[in-house]
């Protein structure tokens, strides 16, 4: 069964070892930021440095594993139809759009879906690691230098994922214009035996 993330809004589910989680950017050009958790010990948790380390790629994509806080798998990118994701930043935040921005009006975020969702797993805002951005398109230079640019995504492009763990997932249709090509669409997944 395929379920629908509205625009600018997030979901949080469990998935159990071997089970594939399909991610699907339905309209084209649109982020979802995931956070991953190991079900049997809340705090073992995604890491974007342990990834990249392990990975030795800051593009990581099909073939790739997500690794944990504790240097063990979590997942493994079975399928990547768009071959460009993030896990370099942060997700958006209330501040993001403070200091960023220049927005001090309320702006919803995907710190906050993320947060808000997963408490019903006793998960809390300071437990919210660097989120692995599917579809995020972000660029740097020869110096370092950062741009986030828009996705590449097309319409039904997807990311399959498959379960090294039992894992709580947190999930959102990201809320920041720059990372949406300045626009916010839904982001769909399904959880496949």
């Not at 997500?66 to 209330?94: H, Q, V, Y």
């Not at 006793?122 to 740097?140: L, S």
Request: proline share 5%.
């Amino acid at each position: 069964m395929i379920v629908t993330i509205e625009k600018q809004t997030g979901a949080a589910f469990e998935i159990k070892k071997g089970e594939k989680l399909k991610v699907i950017d339905p309209k084209g050009m649109q982020v979802s930021d995931m956070v991953l958790f190991n079900s049997e010990d809340k705090r073992e948790k995604i890491s974007s440095g342990k990834t990249l380390d392990f990975e030795e790629n800051i593009l990581i994509t099909k073939g790739n594993f997500l690794w944990s806080n504790r240097s063990r798998k979590m997942m493994e990118i079975l399928e990547d139809t768009n071959g460009r994701n993030d896990f370099l930043l942060a997700p958006c935040s209330p501040e993001t759009f403070k200091i960023m921005y220049k927005n001090d009006q309320y702006h919803p975020s995907c710190f906050e879906n993320l947060y808000t969702n997963l408490a019903k797993f006793e998960i809390e805002p300071d437990d919210i690691p660097t989120a692995f951005n599917i579809f995020m398109n972000v660029q740097f230079d020869s110096n370092g230098k950062l741009s986030v640019d828009p996705p590449l995504s097309k319409a039904g492009d997807h990311v399959i994922f498959e379960a090294k763990m039992d894992l709580i997932v947190g999930l959102t249709a990201c809320s920041a214009e720059d990372s949406n090509g300045g626009s916010f669409k839904p982001i769909q997944y399904e959880i496949l035996s």
